[in-house]
């Protein structure tokens, strides 16, 4: 059959060894293959195709997926010597943002935002990667417990609601890991490295000062708590002091976007309206998601063969659809 792209045309191929071995990584397959077929945005990693299984069902061990090719990720020009000024984090942080509009409008929550899964070429085009740990919003308050245990993400871009295990999981918590983001764009540094889980959350007191009365008494674990109110009382530190050199309507917007407080904190479609961004924003080009994506799947408890079956059935799906639209 023909190709999916252009001769000559350059993609990455990602392959995914092993894809059936692990029950949670096949999942997390599952779910990344869903939700990327489902997402179509210019700031989202898009599937140009996926490799059918060539031989017996039973030999098919690895999943290859053809996505657009991306030359870099954030991280690696962050930490590069190559210049980044304020215009290049204005066009990068619309773009996450525009992105990450949709994505929440699809009532899905990446729960992973960090420098190496945004993917930029040699435009300076930003695409959000990686949505093996996203979930849904709105999931049942039971499952609040497993949705903290399960919670692997980069600790460094984690929300202080999944630190303090406020029990209030809402699209604020992305919005955390874009402030972070934000923050290392404009420092060329990790805003908050922390070794480990306390660290961490020294590191965020030491900037934001003592968490507001709310947040404390919202803490869900009495040790973490204990812990917190026992730390002598600490203002914030004001974000001109630490990054002084950048405008003020930057530093503004970057200070909605890191609260203690998730519901104090700016949403995407706020932020894309503030002036730090007014040079790209445009309501009549930043599309949402419809329909929402379902995550009935992700509830169900599955055997690594049943995932394999419905990976198989994803791929074969992928290609009825497109073979559909070609003729």
């Keep these: ?43 989202i990693i898009g599937i140009k195709d996926i490799l059918r299984p060539t031989g017996p069902y039973g030999e098919f061990r690895s999943v290859y997926v053809v996505l657009d090719l991306m030359e870099s990720d954030l991280h690696q020009i962050i930490h590069s010597s190559q210049p980044l000024t304020l215009e290049h984090v204005r066009y990068f942080l619309y773009q996450l943002l525009r992105g990450l509009k949709y994505i929440h409008s699809a009532n899905v929550l990446h729960r992973d935002l960090k420098p190496s899964n ?19 919003l709105g999931a049942d308050p039971r499952q609040a417990k497993a949705f903290l245990t399960e919670y692997v993400a980069t600790r460094w871009y984690r929300a202080p609601e999944l630190l303090l295990s406020l029990h209030r999981y809402t699209r604020a918590i992305d919005m955390w890991s874009v402030g972070c983001i934000f923050a290392e764009m404009l420092g060329r540094r990790q805003l908050f490295p922390g070794r480990n889980y306390v660290h961490q959350l020294q590191l965020i007191m030491a900037v934001l000062g003592t968490p507001p009365a709310g947040v404390m008494a919202a803490i869900g674990a009495e040790r973490v708590r204990a812990y917190v109110q ?7 530190v004001p974000w001109e002091s630490l990054f ?27 932020a894309l309206r503030h002036p730090f961004l007014a040079k790209y924003h445009d309501p009549e080009d930043e599309p949402e998601c419809v329909p929402a994506f379902d995550f009935a799947f992700d509830r169900q408890a599955l055997t690594k063969e049943e995932i394999k079956a419905a990976i198989v059935a994803e791929i074969a799906d992928f290609h009825a659809r497109r073979d559909g639209i070609r003729r």
């Design 1 to 43: 059959p023909p190709l999916p792209h252009p001769p000559g045309q350059q993609v990455a191929i990602k392959k995914i060894p092993n894809a059936f071995d692990v029950v949670t990584n096949a999942k997390r397959t599952l779910r990344e293959l869903k939700i990327l077929k489902h997402f179509k945005h210019d700031n």
């Design 118 to 136: 945004l993917l930029v070429n040699e435009n300076c085009e930003l695409k959000i990667g990686d949505f093996g740990m996203a979930r849904g």
């Design 230 to 236: 026992s730390l002598p009382p600490r203002p914030p």
């Design 244 to 270: 002084g050199a950048a405008e003020p309507a930057a530093l503004a917007l970057l200070g909605r976007m890191l609260r203690f407080d998730p519901r104090e904190r700016v949403g995407v479609a706020e």
